[in-house]
């Protein structure tokens, strides 16, 4: 009240005094009102100004743990608009996001289709391998030369930056990590003999070699045998086609990349995966149906218990945790019944164990009209407050080298555990050859666990279909 009578009184003299100078020149009194009015004026302005941009952004994630993709991005807003008034740049931007779960085909033809017609989205996040595929089709941003202009950036984890590369060039950020475990169920190997102290050490014994993929298959079949688990139920992958096959071949000893553009088919290194894998059915370990691209059925088959040993993602974690076992007591159920380490090696091949990590990469689409924008945001979703809330929620591990002193994130048991596996990860090629590749390796694994084909023969009809489809784009080495 004080200082509103005070303002009232300096309000009243001006006044009085130009009243008393009417037919004088202004009082500098009078000028100093003036210009003080013009300058609240200004300032206001100030605060308003802003032309808003609309950027899209396109993700696919499994609700509700994955949902930080896109939602990172929503939040990132905020920071990226701020960022834009202190370099005195007047846009500002609205964002608007799609995100849903379809299946990665799909995903991978809607936004190839979207290009085609001119409506692609701003941001796209995706798996790295389809820079393999967008990047010569001249769909994305080439970021390479502006990466350094973001500093937080430069937090990213030097080794993920390879996973957005194609042909020396950098076509996006990353967006997140993972690895690819296998899942041991404790309650089983107990009832089939094991101490605790054999079970706790069995993550080590893998990861030196003392444990491999053949006493992988001949404990699951011991259990097969013994009624701990039913008949196909010793092991199981993935239930369909995707990335993880791929590190079965490097276990083999199989190698895909080489000096020059055109992808390795090791012929030796298949047809011991094919051969693995045709035993693992004629053992009984494997249901030759396991095939059947149910997932729902997959995942309840481990979470329930009725599967020994499961090759699975680290994300399956958080999934399993918030839908499947949130009734049983959630996490901590998990970690009563189920353990994990890295893919155990193969004797007959590199006898190494090993992992494969698939970044997720935000890429930037080449339709789009404010490219500054689209990585302004991105770069503001990249800092370690924001990805560790994902990466716990999701059950993916860190970008950031920060978040490895970074408390909330450290605290993660899951995720502490699950990081060493990085030591021993391997990644999928961005190749434009890599899905007829893929597909065609696939082919082999079907033929073999549907018992069609012998895994010789299934080997003869892979090198032939390689060499029809990809020609000098493929090597097939004996």
Same mark, same amino acid.
């Given at each position: 009240?004080?200082?509103?009578?005070?303002?009232?009184?300096?309000?009243?003299? #001006?006044?009085?005094?130009?009243?008393?100078?009417?037919?004088?020149?202004?009082?500098?009194?009078?000028?100093?009102?003036?210009?003080?009015?013009?300058?609240?004026?200004?300032?206001?302005?100030?605060?308003?100004?802003?032309?808003?941009? @609309?950027?899209?952004?396109?993700?696919?994630?499994?609700?509700?743990?994955?949902?930080?993709?896109?939602?990172?991005?929503?939040?990132?807003?905020?920071?990226?608009?701020?960022? #834009?008034?202190?370099?005195?740049?007047?846009?500002?931007?609205?964002?608007?996001?799609?995100?849903? *779960?379809?299946?990665?085909?799909?995903?991978?033809?809607?936004?190839?289709?979207?290009?085609?017609?001119?409506?692609?989205? /701003?941001?796209?996040?995706?798996?790295?391998?389809?820079?393999?595929?967008?990047?010569?089709?001249? #769909?994305?941003?080439?970021?390479?030369?502006?990466?350094?202009?973001?500093?937080?950036?430069?937090?990213?984890? /030097?080794?993920?930056?390879?996973?957005?590369?194609?042909?020396?060039?950098?076509?996006?950020?990353?967006?997140?990590?993972?690895?690819?475990?296998?899942?041991?169920?404790?309650?089983?190997?107990?009832?089939?003999?094991?101490?605790?102290?054999?079970?706790?050490?069995?993550? /080590?014994?893998?990861?030196?070699?003392?444990?491999?993929?053949?006493?992988?298959?001949?404990?699951?079949?011991?259990?097969?045998?013994?009624?701990?688990?039913?008949?196909? *139920?010793?092991?199981?992958?993935?239930?369909?086609?995707?990335?993880?096959?791929?590190?079965?071949?490097?276990?083999?000893?199989?190698?895909?990349?080489?000096?020059?553009?055109?992808?390795?088919?090791?012929?030796?290194?298949?047809?011991?995966?094919?051969?693995?894998?045709?035993?693992?059915?004629?053992?009984?370990?494997?249901?030759?149906?396991?095939?059947?691209? /149910?997932?729902?059925?997959?995942?309840?088959?481990?979470?329930?218990?009725?599967?020994?040993?499961?090759?699975?993602?680290?994300?399956?974690?958080?999934?399993?945790?918030?839908?499947?076992?949130?009734?049983?007591?959630?996490?901590?159920?998990?970690? #009563?019944?189920?353990?994990?380490?890295?893919?155990?090696?193969?004797?007959?091949?590199?006898?190494?164990?090993?992992?494969?990590?698939?970044?997720?990469?935000?890429?930037?689409?080449?339709?789009?009209?404010?490219?500054?924008?689209?990585?302004?945001?991105?770069?503001?979703?990249?800092?370690?407050?924001? *990805?560790?809330?994902?990466?716990?929620?999701?059950?993916?591990?860190?970008?950031?080298?920060?978040?490895?002193?970074?408390?909330?994130?450290?605290?993660? @048991?899951?995720?502490?555990?699950?990081?060493?596996?990085?030591?021993?990860?391997?990644?999928?090629?961005?190749?434009?050859?890599?899905?007829?590749?893929?597909?065609?390796?696939?082919?082999?694994?079907?033929?073999?666990?549907?018992?069609?084909?012998?895994?010789?023969?299934?080997?003869?009809?892979?090198?032939?279909?390689?060499?029809?489809?990809?020609?000098?784009?493929?090597?097939?080495?004996?």
């Amino acid at each position: 009240m004080f200082r509103k009578r005070t303002g009232l009184v300096i309000v009243s003299l #001006l006044v009085v005094l130009a009243m008393l100078s009417a037919c004088a020149q202004p009082t500098p009194e009078v000028r100093i009102v003036k210009e003080t009015v013009v300058v609240e004026k200004e300032v206001v302005k100030e605060v308003q100004v802003g032309q808003p941009v @609309k950027l899209v952004a396109r993700c696919k994630a499994a609700p509700p743990h994955e949902d930080g993709r896109c939602n990172n991005l929503v939040s990132a807003v905020g920071a990226a608009n701020v960022a #834009l008034a202190q370099m005195g740049d007047d846009r500002r931007i609205d964002l608007e996001i799609i995100q849903d *779960n379809k299946d990665w085909g799909e995903y991978k033809t809607e936004f190839e289709l979207a290009s085609d017609a001119g409506e692609a989205p /701003d941001i796209v996040c995706s798996g790295h391998e389809h820079i393999g595929d967008w990047a010569p089709a001249g #769909l994305l941003v080439d970021v390479t030369d502006v990466i350094g202009d973001y500093p937080e950036f430069a937090d990213v984890i /030097d080794a993920l930056w390879a996973s957005t590369e194609y042909k020396g060039r950098r076509w996006g950020v990353p967006q997140d990590a993972e690895a690819r475990p296998l899942y041991f169920n404790k309650t089983r190997l107990k009832e089939l003999g094991w101490s605790d102290a054999d079970i706790g050490s069995l993550p /080590d014994r893998i990861a030196s070699g003392e444990f491999t993929w053949e006493d992988m298959f001949d404990t699951a079949e011991e259990a097969v045998n013994a009624g701990v688990v039913a008949e196909g *139920n010793g092991w199981w992958h993935r239930p369909k086609n995707g990335g993880d096959f791929l590190y079965y071949y490097y276990a083999a000893g199989g190698e895909i990349t080489g000096e020059g553009d055109a992808l390795i088919f090791d012929k030796a290194a298949a047809l011991k995966v094919y051969e693995k894998l045709y035993a693992a059915v004629d053992r009984g370990i494997l249901s030759d149906t396991r095939l059947d691209g /149910d997932w729902t059925t997959w995942h309840t088959g481990i979470t329930d218990g009725d599967v020994l040993f499961a090759f699975g993602g680290s994300w399956n974690w958080a999934e399993w945790f918030s839908n499947y076992v949130v009734d049983r007591g959630g996490e901590d159920y998990l970690w #009563l019944h189920f353990g994990f380490a890295a893919i155990p090696g193969m004797a007959n091949g590199t006898g190494n164990p090993t992992t494969l990590t698939h970044p997720l990469i935000y890429m930037i689409s080449s339709a789009s009209e404010h490219p500054d924008l689209a990585l302004l945001l991105i770069s503001k979703a990249s800092v370690k407050e924001l *990805n560790t809330d994902y990466a716990i929620a999701s059950g993916h591990l860190g970008i950031l080298k920060s978040q490895a002193e970074y408390g909330p994130y450290t605290s993660s @048991k899951f995720l502490s555990q699950v990081l060493p596996l990085l030591d021993v990860t391997t990644f999928l090629p961005n190749s434009p050859y890599w899905s007829s590749w893929s597909e065609t390796y696939y082919l082999g694994i079907q033929s073999v666990e549907s018992r069609s084909l012998t895994p010789e023969e299934a080997l003869d009809v892979v090198v032939e279909q390689l060499q029809n489809e990809l020609g000098d784009n493929v090597v097939i080495r004996d």
